[in-house]
T-cell receptor, first 113, second 114 residues
Framework: EAGVVQSPRYKIIEKKQPVAFWCNPI?????LYWYRQNLGQGPELLIR????????DSQLPKDRFSAERLKGVDSTLKIQPAELGDSAVYLC???????????FGSGTRLTVV | QQQVKQSPQSLIVQKGGISIINCAYE??????FPWYQQFPGKGPALLIA?????SEKKEGRFTISFNKSAKQFSLHIMDSQPGDSATYFC?????????????FGTGTRLTVIP
């Protein structure tokens, strides 16, 4: 079974530029999460989807961040414009509906210069 | 506000020794307490988890001890091996209506010396 696939693995951009991250969850997993992990810290939730509906986006900085999960499968997280403080690893995770543990992808490491 | 507090920040253990990582929480609504293991360049991977109705759970060399009254839980790694060298995160979640958002500790970097 393929795991959670994320791309790109690394991205370096200049501040004020836009950037997008893509996630393909495990087949059949209804729930999808985006987390941000700052250097030396634990992951922090940005947004949670149940199928195509964003059911918890309370921690998403909506002035510059947006996300979508079309057809309830793949998801894209976008930042526009990026700021220096957005440098972090962006992790996608998925789980079957109602499952407590979930599977993370390897993440996208974003560096904003 | 950090929902889950984790210590120590780093830990060095000799091969064959016991590694112990501690976590504490405040929110009594948490009802699921997993530990994740993360290697460099990889995402966190679920290692072991416990619910508050049991005081201990063991899977191979990994054991979670849970103290509900003290709102503390810990991970014990017996017979630590160099391959266990990684960052370990405790976490907690609550699940009314399937919310299940994980709140992570700040992580412990474990180094096992051969």
């Amino acid at each position: 079974e393929a795991g959670v696939v994320q791309s790109p693995r690394y991205k370096i951009i200049e501040k004020k530029q836009p950037v997008a991250f893509w996630c393909n969850p495990i087949s059949g997993h209804n729930t999808l999460y985006w987390y941000r992990q700052n250097l030396g810290q634990g992951p922090e939730l940005l947004i949670r989807y149940e199928n195509e509906e964003a059911v918890d986006d309370s921690q998403l900085p909506k002035d510059r961040f947006s996300a979508e999960r079309l057809k309830g499968v793949d998801s894209t997280l976008k930042i526009q414009p990026a700021e220096l403080g957005d440098s972090a690893v962006y992790l996608c995770a998925s789980s079957p509906r109602g499952a407590r543990g979930y599977t993370f992808g390897s993440g996208t490491r974003l560096t904003v210069v | 506000q950090q929902q889950v507090k984790q210590s120590p920040q780093s830990l060095i253990v000799q091969k064959g020794g016991i590694s112990i990582i501690n976590c504490a929480y405040e929110n009594t609504a948490f009802d699921y307490f997993p530990w994740y293991q993360q290697f460099p360049g990889k995402g966190p991977a679920l290692l072991i988890a416990i619910r508050p109705d049991v005081s201990e759970k063991k899977e191979g060399r990994f054991t979670i001890s849970f103290n509900k009254s003290a709102k503390q839980f810990s991970l014990h790694i017996m017979d630590s091996q160099p391959g266990d060298s990684a960052t370990y995160f405790c976490a907690a979640s609550m699940a009314p209506a399937g919310a299940n958002n994980l709140f992570f500790g700040t992580g412990t970097r474990l180094t096992v010396i051969p």
